[in-house]
């Protein structure tokens, strides 16, 4: 299991044994806002209020993408090979293995008041739904 904090951590745990991977924390400049783990498991993707950052759990590679605001929402593609994230100047596509991003930003929203709160990538990663409140 993985875990984000307003302690500003992300912490790995061993279900088994209900404790805490120490060695395995991370500790960051901001609070954790959202967590999403990869289905295959490859990858963990953690969002401040100032960054995302993706991990790749066997290698601790780590890429950072900076600059942008809030992220609200993310998810990642079921071949596990995109991570989309929602904030309030839009929403980004971009690819797990290289960093770069494919595509976006789209700003959809009507009045400066609407946030994207949840998006999901269909299973073929052709489509992705918004909702904005």
């Known amino acids: 299991m993985i875990s ?29 806002n959202k967590v999403r783990l990869s289905r295959d498991g490859r990858w963990v993707v953690t969002a401040t209020s100032s960054e995302l950052k993706v991990s790749e ?6 890429r950072t993408f900076h600059g942008l605001p809030t992220f609200i929402c993310i998810d990642i593609s079921a071949d596990s090979t995109l991570v989309a994230g929602g904030s309030s100047d839009g929403t980004r596509i ?4 290289t960093g770069k991003l494919v595509a976006g930003p789209f700003n959809i929203r009507r009045d400066y ?16 739904a918004l909702l904005l409140e």
Do not use: H, M, N, P
Not at 6 to 13: L, P, S
Not at 16 to 27: D, H, L, Q, T
Not at 113 to 128: M, V, Y
């Open 4 to 32: 984000g904090s307003c302690d500003q951590t992300v912490r790995r745990w061993d279900l088994r044994e209900g404790k805490e991977i120490k060695e395995a924390r991370k500790v960051y400049e901001d609070f954790i």
């Open 57 to 62: 759990v066997e290698t601790g590679i780590v």
């Open 113 to 128: 008041s609407d946030l994207i709160t949840s998006l999901r990538l269909s299973e073929d990663s052709r489509k992705l």
């Open 94 to 97: 971009w690819s797990l293995d």
